[in-house]
Nanobody, 125 residues
Framework: QVQLAESGGGLVQSGDSLRLSCAASGRTSSMQVLGWFRQAPGKEREFVAAVRWSTSYTYYADSVRGRFTISRDNAKNTAYLQMNSLTPEDTAVYYC??????????????????WGQGTQVTVSS
């Protein structure tokens, strides 16, 4: 089992930055991929970014590439999502998720095994 806890959400203005954190505990050695997803009201959960835990290789959705940066600190078992140039379209609940099998498309939520409780990000115009 892997437990995930997000933090760092909040209310910001358009153009501001936020950094989300995802602290992992439990069988963290089994994690292959750590992903960030978001879900806005009335919309499906969508992929934001992911990082391969062993290599730090990163993936981004087109909508956030160049504005968001995902990173991880192995020693702290924590992943981060640095979000810059935020817009109201980024408003959503942000979730981190861990995949333990590897080899699956990182942008597909159904392949992730463990999920955090989510943190709200609200960007006002």
């Amino acid at each position: 089992q892997v437990q995930l806890a997000e933090s760092g959400g909040g209310l910001v203005q358009s153009g501001d930055s936020l950094r989300l954190s995802c602290a992992a505990s439990g069988r963290t050695s089994s994690m292959q991929v750590l992903g960030w997803f978001r879900q806005a009201p009335g919309k499906e959960r969508e992929f934001v970014a992911a990082v391969r835990w062993s290599t730090s290789y990163t993936y981004y959705a087109d909508s956030v590439r160049g504005r968001f940066t995902i990173s991880r600190d192995n020693a702290k078992n924590t992943a981060y999502l640095q979000m810059n140039s935020l817009t109201p379209e980024d408003t959503a609940v942000y979730y981190c998720a861990a995949e333990v099998n590897g080899g699956n498309p990182v942008y597909r939520a159904l392949y992730y095994d463990y999920w955090g409780q989510g943190t709200q990000v609200t960007v006002s115009s």
